[in-house]
């Protein structure tokens, strides 16, 4: 039995996805905000940012794992090698630089060396987790496409 019915055409549909998808990035983006900003205090734990990190990796796991069970990718890239360069190397400056002026302002100064390991530590990283799920992604869309056409 069912306690609710779905009224909504195509067109509203689509413009809540839109707005829920919006809303997701829109909550995602404040967590990180929140996480730089208590970062920026000197005695601040892991306690401190714990309910922020959780919301942030389950959202993140959430929708990386539904995206590749789906058999989908983000509709203005195109899972392939130089789209995982691009932004494994966006990740690789971007992560060690928050945490570089995160540790400079603590500490007043900052190793460049840990700084270039880290660099390549998330290059790689990302790297190969966009290579493998861009990888398991386009293997479930093929695989789905194929069920569709063999469908009468």
Not at 14 to 43: C, N, T, Y
Not at 48 to 62: H, K, M, R, T, Y
């Amino acid at each position: 039995m069912k306690f609710f019915r779905f009224c909504a055409d195509e067109r509203q549909e689509q413009e809540l996805s839109k707005l829920e998808s919006r809303g997701f990035w829109i909550m995602m983006g404040a967590l990180m905000i929140g996480l730089f900003v208590k970062g920026l205090s000197p005695d601040v734990s892991l306690y401190n940012v714990a309910g922020e990190l959780f919301a942030l990796a389950a959202g993140a796991l959430f929708v990386g794992i539904g995206s590749v069970v789906k058999g989908h990718w983000p509709l203005s890239l195109k899972p392939s090698f130089r789209t995982y360069c691009i932004y494994s190397l966006a990740a690789a400056v971007t992560v060690p630089a928050i945490g570089g002026v995160l540790i400079y302002i603590r500490h007043a100064s900052v190793n460049i060396t840990a700084l270039l390991f880290n660099m390549v530590l998330v290059f790689a990283f990302c790297f190969i987790f966009s290579l493998v799920t861009g990888a398991l992604t386009k293997k479930r869309s093929a695989k789905l496409e194929l069920e569709c056409r063999d469908k009468p």
